[in-house]
């Protein structure tokens, strides 16, 4: 089992950055995959990035590629999103989410385990 705590979120204005961090708890750290989704009102929630367990492989988002970054560090038991070029149509609140099977996995309920999300609101 692992449990997920997101941070990093908050209010920016259109164009600027936030890091999001995701920090797992447990020793099994390594047979999950962790990914970000986000969820915005009144819309399906939805992979933004996902990274394999060693992180040498990326997916993202068409909305999101050339502008957020996906990374995984093994010996700190994290996954973090770097977002740069925000835009108003960011605004959501990000989940990461663990599964025991591979890594593209694109449904949610293909994930075990979720963090409690964290809100980013992008200004205009």
């Not at 950055?17 to 708890?25: E, F, N, P």
């Not at 040498?56 to 010996?75: E, L, Q, W």
């Amino acid at each position: 089992q692992v449990q997920l705590v997101e941070s990093g979120g908050g209010l920016v204005q259109a164009g600027g950055s936030l890091r999001l961090s995701c920090a797992a708890s447990g020793r099994t750290f390594s047979a999950y995959a962790v990914n970000w989704f986000r969820q915005a009102p009144g819309k399906e929630r939805d992979l933004v990035a996902a990274i394999s367990r060693n992180g040498g492989r990326t997916i993202y988002a068409d909305s999101v590629k050339g502008r957020f970054t996906i990374s995984r560090d093994n010996a700190k038991n994290t996954v973090s999103l770097q977002m740069n070029s925000l835009k108003p149509e960011d605004t959501a609140v990000y989940y990461c989410a663990a599964t025991v099977g591979t890594y593209y996995y694109t449904r949610p309920d293909e994930y075990n385990f979720w963090g409690q999300g964290t809100q980013v609101t992008v200004s205009s």
